[in-house]
């Protein structure tokens, strides 16, 4: 089985030649990159299975990097955890909301780390073990590959605008019809967080997504005291 393939953007060399040797004495393969420029030079003649983030980089910082990847079809899929020095709960907020998968604050012990990346993984090969059973002339359907949502009423199909987290919440809900899920429980699927009393945002999310789904929107159900589900069609 070939070796999963991680990438490393991080300005000091001593921190990048770490990560390098913990992932390839731990079985995966591993290359680094000093600045953005060199990272996105690369992408164009290959692409890792995850990418690990620095946000303070020269010339161009992480984030905006994150926000690339995320708004390029051919790279919209490829997990990112980021790292940084900064440790306030705004900026993982912030780095989760744009679409990182995770967030390691620096220092981090490197056994943490290589957990991490192997949990990411783990949730995107069944993200795409989902995509393979999606079918195509559902009334609400998503294909995890392109990212696209979409509805389909009186045989006329319509494309959904999705944010990330919304389109991440839909995934969820529709591989797991009927299932409850507590606040919690979405924090922890669709954010990788398990922030206290950020829960607010759960609900505001799934206010807009019940919108954008128009008339199927009152299948994502409010289990008072508990959470949300999405009803079977025959629920």
């Known amino acids: 089985m070939a070796k999963q393939v991680i990438w490393c953007v991080e300005d000091e060399q001593n921190i990048r030649d770490i990560l390098e040797y913990t992932l390839q004495s731990t079985g995966f393969e591993s290359r680094g990159f000093k600045d953005g420029q060199s990272f996105l030079d690369a992408l164009q003649q290959g692409r890792p299975d995850l990418i690990l983030m620095d946000i303070m980089l020269p010339n161009t910082d992480g984030m905006s990097l994150l926000q690339q990847l995320r708004t390029d079809p051919q790279f919209a899929t490829i997990p990112v955890i980021m790292t940084t020095a900064k440790g306030m709960e705004y900026d993982k907020i912030k780095a989760l909301e744009q679409g990182a998968d995770d967030y390691l604050v620096k220092p981090f012990g490197m056994m943490e780390m290589v957990a991490r990346i192997k949990a990411v993984l783990r949730r995107c090969q069944n993200r795409e073990n989902l995509s393979r059973s999606n079918h195509e002339n559902e009334p609400i359907g998503v294909d995890l ?17 999705l944010t990330k987290k919304e ?36 609900d505001v999310h799934i206010r807009s997504l019940r919108t954008k789904l128009k008339s199927f929107g009152n299948q994502i159900e409010t289990v008072r005291g508990v959470g949300y589900r999405f009803a079977r069609n025959n629920d």
């Open 145 to 161: 590959q392109s990212r696209q949502a979409w509805i389909i009423e009186n045989d006329q199909k319509e494309m959904l605008d």
């Open 167 to 202: 389109f991440d919440l839909l995934a969820l809900f529709l591989s797991q019809q009927g299932v409850v899920f507590s606040r919690d429980d979405l924090l922890d699927a669709v954010w990788h967080t398990d922030f206290l009393g950020e829960t607010r945002t759960i």
